[in-house]
C-alpha cells in the first residue's frame, strides 16, 4: 500500500525557517512527478511546488524565492525548505504526486507563522 508521510511542520515566527520531509512507501517517486500542496483554514487546497524525476521545479508565485523543493529517489523523500515564512504560508501542508492522486492523501503536517 503507497502511503505518504509528512513531516517537519511546527510555530515559527515570521520571517523563520522550516523544512518539510514528505517520505514515501513503495515506488511512487521513482516513477512520478511530485509536489507539495497547501490548505490553509476556510481555503481550498492550493499547489505549492512540484518537482520531476530529475528535479525540474516549478513554484507557485506566492512561494517563489522563498521556498526550494528538493527530492532524494534513492530514499523515496521529498523536502520544501520554506525560508522567509509569513503569516500567509500558514496551512497544513500535505505531498502528493502531480496530477492528484486522491489514495495518496495523508495526514499533513501543520505549519503556523505567527509571532
Known amino acids: 500500500q503507497v502511503q505518504l508521510v509528512e513531516s517537519g511542520g511546527g510555530l515559527v515566527q515570521p520571517g523563520g525557517s522550516l523544512r518539510l520531509s514528505c517520505a514515501a512507501s513503495?515506488?511512487?517517486?521513482?516513477?512520478?512527478?511530485m509536489a507539495w500542496y497547501r490548505q490553509a483554514p476556510g481555503k481550498q487546497r492550493e499547489l505549492v511546488a512540484t518537482i520531476t524525476r530529475y528535479s525540474g521545479t516549478v513554484y507557485a508565485d506566492s512561494v517563489k524565492g522563498r521556498f526550494t523543493v528538493s527530492r532524494e529517489n534513492a530514499k523515496n523523500t521529498m523536502y520544501l525548505q520554506m525560508n522567509s515564512l509569513k503569516p500567509e504560508d500558514t496551512a497544513v501542508y500535505y505531498c502528493?504526486?502531480?496530477?492528484?492522486?486522491?489514495?495518496?492523501w495523508g495526514q499533513g503536517t501543520q505549519v503556523t507563522v505567527s509571532s
Open positions: 513503495g515506488s511512487i517517486f521513482s516513477s512520478n512527478v
Open positions: 502528493n504526486t502531480q496530477p492528484i492522486q486522491p489514495m495518496y
